[in-house]
Structure formats: C-alpha cells, structure tokens
C-alpha cells in the first residue's frame, strides 16, 4: 500500500512538471489567437466533440455521491433501532 502511495505522489510530481515544462514553452504562447472564443462555440464544442466525456465525468461523479453517502450512513445499533422504532432485546 505505501509502495502505491508513493508511486502515486511521484506520478503526479512528475506530471506537474511536465505540465510547467510544456506551458513555459515559447512556441505555446507566440502566435495570438486568431478568433475570440464565444458562449455558442463553446456551447458548440462541449455537445459535439466533449459529449462522451462529460457523460463519462457525470457518471463517474454520480458514483462519487453514491459512494459517499453509503459510507456517511452510521449503522451502529442504537442509530438502527432508534430509527425503526425497534426495541433492543
């Protein structure tokens, strides 16, 4: 498990940066866009050509939730009983 953990965090120390080697790059900021970006080309772009991710990510998200409100759930007795009214015997 340590070996996972530590594995991850380098991942992502090595992923950051790469992310700063390739933004500081000047080729990524010499030309100026030619257009201004709009509310309907993004609109556009998100429901043709991101549509399956999006729906991938609400799903993933949707998981999330439902992951996280099982394990809010308190399941000790004196919760259970209370809440069906039972009575301990």
Do not use: C, H, Q
């Not at 992951?67 to 919760?79: C, F, H, K, P, Q």
């Amino acid at each position: 498990m340590k070996f996972t953990s530590l594995f991850t965090r380098l991942g992502l120390l090595a992923l950051g940066f790469i992310l700063v080697a390739v933004l500081n790059d000047d080729s990524v900021w010499a030309d100026p866009a030619t257009t201004t970006p709009t509310t309907s080309g993004l609109a556009d772009s998100l429901l043709t050509e991101w549509g399956f991710a999006l729906l991938v990510l609400g799903l993933l998200m949707a998981m999330a939730m439902m992951g996280a409100a099982y394990l809010v759930r308190d399941e000790r007795m004196e919760n259970l009983l209370w809440e069906f009214g039972g009575e301990e015997e």
